[in-house]
């Protein structure tokens, strides 16, 4: 493994093997066990969109191995005048170990991959979010003891949360359903792949995605750079939405999960967001453990 620029590219023992490195992680740093892996080593970052979660255990994940984590924001980089990438990449090699970045074009991840020479992890595109992903299986696994013959259900926008789920979830053995609104379907190229290779379910029934489901999980109607979608999102997704019926709909032991930021009354209640909140909150802790994880692994 060189990159992780999209799950697709794992195999499944890789996946797995960040899986229980992160959890030995978690267990070392739970026991004040120290684990200076990346000493001397340095992680640019690179921020095209905001971020709480992944800026701050990438950074704090970083200086745990006892390396250096570099928050390099578009706004004050030369990216941000129009240097093309693959200059830039060129350049950040000489001086780095690693980069994570965070942008809109999956694209501009793979073409940081082409032209440098440093490990590119991807910190979130349009099609895709592998960081969290690994943090959302991790979390089903601590929670489920094992993810083979589960059914995770995702109910919201086919985009980059969507498409991730789908892989990894397929590639750990689960089962997948999707419920969105016509027009707003995973990347076809992922949908294919699926039906190829596990059980994928596409509908646009909330109800029959999350009847027996073990796990729920939904993300934001509008995306980061889709803001001024706001008003016709709303009217598409209205009903798509983990509330007590999904809920009821679903196994009566399901977890739920949120990737973070949650729009509380839109993709998910107040209510059942709260009775959750013990899992989501595990799930954005484990951002920090499944990441030192990916960074030992490409970085060591
Ligand atoms: N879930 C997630 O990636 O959060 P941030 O946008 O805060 O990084
Ligand atoms: N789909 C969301 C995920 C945020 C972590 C977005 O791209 O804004």
Redesign the pocket.
Known sequence: MKHLLKLADLSAEEIFSILNLADQLKYERKNGVDHPHLKGKHLGMIFQK??????VSFEVGMHELGGQALFLSDRDLQIGRGEPIRDTVRVLSRYLDGIMIRTFSQQDVEDLAKYGSIPIING?TDYC?PC?VLADLMTIREYKGSLKGLKLCFIGDGNNMANSLIVGGIKTGMKVSVACPDGYRPDEGVVAWAKENGDLQITSDVLAAAEGADVLYTDVWASMGQEGEKAVREAAFKGFCIDKKVLGAADKEAMVLH???AHRGEEITEEAFESHAEEIFDEAENRLHAQKAVLVKLLK
Request: proline share 8%; aromatic share 0%.
């Open positions: 905001s971020s709480t979660r992944t800026r979130l979010h969290q990737c973070l930021p």
